[in-house]
């Protein structure tokens, strides 16, 4: 709620550091990276949530239930599948398209022999929970 998120450094004649303007590209665009660290902009929790840069907003004192809940919802997930996941998109993001696909392939293969698919594939042909 009252949290504010930004990359102020240019207004101290510097730039941001430790990875702040790639990540920030990254995650906003070329057009607006630029623009919010050319000005120096700081944002509000909701102007930061509306151009992706944080997942959720809470009130002081609310964040924990919210956690809670997103990691209840992971848990649903299968394990293998989540660390497999979670390796295709941190690697490839930081490879050209053709080599992040390569390696995705190569993390979905990893998962094909596994237990977890198994059960997780004939639960939805069964219509149930795995």
Not at 11 to 17: E, M, Q, W
Not at 52 to 66: D, F, L, M, R, W
Not at 103 to 119: G, S
Request: proline share 5%; with cysteine.
């Amino acid at each position: 709620e009252y949290a504010k998120i930004g990359l102020p450094e240019t207004k101290l004649a510097i730039i941001p550091g430790a990875g702040g303007t790639q990540r920030l590209t990254r995650i906003v665009g070329v057009a607006k990276a630029k623009e919010l660290i050319f000005t120096g902009r700081v944002l509000d929790p909701q102007s930061a949530l509306d151009l992706g840069i944080v997942n959720y907003t809470a009130k002081e004192g609310s964040s924990h239930p919210i956690a809670l809940k997103l990691a209840r919802e992971i848990l649903t997930c299968g394990p293998v599948a989540l660390r497999m996941a979670k390796w295709a998109i941190d690697r490839g993001s930081q490879l050209d398209l053709d080599s992040a696909l390569e390696f995705e392939n190569a993390c979905y293969a990893q998962v094909i022999p596994t237990e977890d698919r198994t059960e997780g594939l004939q639960a939805f042909r069964d219509k149930r929970l795995p």
